[in-house]
């Protein structure tokens, strides 16, 4: 052996027999603090280093809509499969373990050969028979750690399903939500969409009647009649959207929509609670993603241990004991016990690099798994500066949105008054109903993506799951 593999060896036995690198948690590629700035003065809640409850029950305050996201952490089919995989790797540990032990076997045989006459010496056909009850043992001695370097690797590939099964719960109670919030959002649309329906087919009305009298142009009435069908547009619009909504939110529910939901929140209330955000060392705590990776991360860097642990001997004990007779009956007489006891060693001498290819490749493996952990933190820290961006400038915005509303619902009053009573033609009443519509449509996409970003931030924050514990094998 080299000197390096001798040094292993050394390093073995003075580790406690284990190969394994010493773990070191990657420092954090990212700021101590959020970013500052105007886009994130007004971030509501905003509190470093404060602690806070991200349980999807308390940020949620829609009845309705805690209702759905329980139906859908029953049904739904991605968490079941994520619950399963969990389920597999944990049997998989199971195995793993299971190396560690010795294995015991109990056997029982019997045989009944008859033997032609030209086949034996006497010239006579024989029958012999030949029965045995057996205890046999094996085990591999672990004296380099490389069954239990393996066992902590399948430990931790267990740890990173478990905390993928939280990602997928969260990422479903976020995608319920906002589901459901856009099933809101059409549907206002589609009841703005059918009350300027009837606004602009009052106007229609008069407008004929207007022309039926020679008061109102050719033109004046086209226009009317174009308000019109604007609005029959939008109303199959927005009914053909309410539809695909509800079909997608059954889709994540894993059934149909129930039927005796409470009534549901308009987008104008709060429905979500304040989001303290603390600080950004939290998220390696809380963000399940983070967890997963750091988990492979400790994986690889077992499977490190197990690669260097194959350039030394691997021992195996094994030994029988039972007995043996010719006759069923005699099998437990005095005299038919039998033993074997077969100790093994196998030492690796050449291999064509083979195993030294298997510790470089395990390294590599350990350096990429430290490259996509640190990845994971960036990707995490920038959703949740996007999502405090997204909190600020959209309170800013909503509000600039809501006053417009009430500007335009000014300028809509005065012009259908001024067109009443002959001051103004009807192109002015057309350009503030066309502007009213307009602004009401945007007020509500912009509500709804408010709501759609303070959802989005409660998922980056790693919200929605309650027992953030790590999990403990079972030793079932």
């Keep these: 052996m080299n000197k390096s593999v001798l040094a292993l060896a050394l390093m073995a036995a003075l580790s406690g027999c284990s190969l394994i690198p010493e773990y070191q948690r990657p420092d954090a590629p990212t700021a101590a603090s959020w970013p500052k700035g105007e886009a994130y003065e007004y971030a509501s809640g905003a509190s470093q280093g404060q602690q806070m409850d991200l349980g999807w029950e308390a940020f949620f305050r829609d009845p309705a809509l805690r209702q759905l996201i329980g139906v859908a952490l029953e049904n739904n089919r991605d968490l079941r499969v994520a619950a399963l995989n969990v389920d597999a790797y944990r049997a998989l540990y199971r195995i793993q373990r299971a190396d560690l032990l ?44 490389r069954l239990d370097s393996l066992r902590e690797q399948a430990l931790q590939e267990y740890f990173a399903t478990e905390a993928a099964q939280r990602s997928t719960q969260i990422s479903l109670i976020a995608s319920v939500a906002s589901a459901w919030l856009t099933l809101q959002a059409d549907q206002a649309l589609l009841q703005v969409s059918r009350d300027t329906l009837k606004t602009y087919e009052e ?31 939008r109303i199959e619009q927005y009914t053909r959207q309410v539809a695909q909504d509800r079909n997608a939110l059954a889709l994540l529910l894993g059934q149909n929509v129930p039927g005796n939901l409470p009534a549901a929140g308009e987008l104008e209330r709060e429905q979500l609670a304040a989001l303290p955000i603390g600080l950004p060392s939290d998220l390696l705590h809380k963000r399940p993603d983070i967890l997963r990776t750091e988990h492979q991360l400790r994986a690889a860097n077992a499977n490190i241990g ?29 005299g038919s016990s039998y033993w074997n006891f077969s100790p093994s060693i196998s030492v690796p001498i050449f291999n064509a690099g083979q195993l030294r290819a298997n510790l470089d490749y395990a390294e590599i493996s350990r350096n990429i ?14 959703e ?11 309170t800013r ?13 000014d300028y809509f009053r005065l012009a259908e008054r001024r067109y009443r009573t002959g001051v103004d033609s009807y192109l002015t009443l057309l350009d503030a109903q066309r502007q009213l519509f307009e602004v009401k449509q945007q007020y509500i996409g912009d509500r709804l993506a408010q709501m759609i970003s303070e959802v989005d931030l409660f998922k980056a924050l790693g919200g929605g799951w309650d027992a953030q514990a790590e999990p403990i094998p079972s030793e079932g």
Excluded: C, K, M
């Design 369 to 382: 798994q430290v490259a996509q952990y640190e990845q994971a933190i960036q990707t995490a820290f920038r």
């Design 306 to 334: 197990a690669a260097r642990a194959a350039f030394f001997p691997r021992i195996s004990l094994t030994g029988a004991a039972g007995t043996a007779s010719s006759e069923l009956s005699g099998l437990f007489d005095g």
């Design 203 to 233: 106007s229609f009305g008069l407008t004929q009647h207007s022309f039926d009298v020679g008061v109102a142009s050719a033109l004046e009435l086209s226009q009317a009649r174009s308000a019109v069908d604007t609005a029959r547009v």
């Design 397 to 409: 915005q909503v509000q600039a949105q809501r006053d417009l509303l009430e500007t335009s619902e």
């Design 102 to 145: 010795p294995a015991v076997s109990a056997d029982g045989a019997g045989s009944r050969t008859r033997t032609p006459g030209d086949l034996n010496q006497t010239g006579q056909s024989a029958i012999n028979s030949q029965y045995s009850a057996t205890l046999g043992v094996s085990w591999e001695l672990d004296l380099f750690g």
């Design 384 to 394: 949740v500066a996007d999502g405090l961006a997204a909190q600020a400038t959209y």
